[in-house]
């Protein structure tokens, strides 16, 4: 068996950073390579999830709004258009490529609760077996988990969401595609020298004390929300890769077993 075929099942995670531009339009070319490459890779034999962030992104470009909302409410409700446009895209991305997709919202008693869980595992099987791509997010509309910094803070940025869904739907991979090639052992953005460690078994202090602060403006992770998806995944033997979301042959590359980005694994490759 080829390693390409021991991933079956593959959870992929896109940032808003990838999805928005700086300038806080929507980056119609990532949003659309992405589709491709990931209708491209179901066509390869794996099955795919997409857990994708961006709705308050793209809501509030669809909206004209000068920045990102700071009231609650206001980002709910920045939330609820930018969800529908984003869906709204990507069925239109995917489609262009023979790929239907589905749209599955979470609030964190989706996960907790024990009979829903199961029913949301049931309901993901379905769409797998009906040959769709699932779009996960975060119901931010009426959950304040994700948005809100602080207590009662549970997904952040829909990383730790990805690893969730990859150990509810029992992936055999995590891909996360960020603005960044992976874990450094100190912040390239400032030094230069800074090297990509291409190998993580287990996430401690020494791990964790290598990740900054939060992402860009429009989107609200860091590596630190990165870092916890990457320790549920390896409680739970799933393997997960962290790569630039700007350069998608990174995507097969994970799918092949091949050295890209910071994989986490508890297995020797």
Known sequence: MSKEKSHKR???????????????ALN????????????????????????????IGIGTG??????????LRMKQAVA????????????????????????????????DDPQRAENLRNTF?????LSTIPVVNENDSVSFAEIETGKGKV????????AVVAVLCQADLLVLLSDIDGLYDCDPHINERAELIPVV????????SLAGGTGTCWGTGG???????????????????????????????????EPVGTLFTNQAH
């Open 10 to 24: 593959v959870v992929v995670k896109v940032g808003t950073s990838t999805l928005i531009h700086p300038s806080g």
């Open 155 to 162: 997904f952040g940025d829909n990383d730790t969401l990805s």
């Open 201 to 208: 078994y287990q996430i401690d202090e020494a791990i964790r």
């Open 125 to 129: 099987e379905a769409l797998l077996e």
């Open 223 to 257: 590596m630190g929300t990165k870092l916890d998806a990457a320790a549920i995944c390896l409680e739970n033997g799933v393997d997960m890769v962290i790569t630039n979301g700007s350069a998608l042959e990174g995507l097969y590359q994970a799918l092949q077993g």
């Open 28 to 55: 119609f070319h990532s949003m659309e390579m992405l589709s491709r490459a990931l209708a491209d890779v179901k066509g390869m034999g794996h099955e795919v999830i997409l857990v994708s962030s961006g709705a």
């Open 80 to 111: 609820a258009v930018g969800q529908c446009e984003m869906m709204h895209l990507y069925d239109k991305f995917f489609g262009e490529y023979g790929q239907a997709v589905a749209q599955i919202l979470l609030t964190r008693d989706d996960v």
């Open 62 to 71: 669809k909206l004209h709004l000068p920045e990102r909302p700071s009231q």
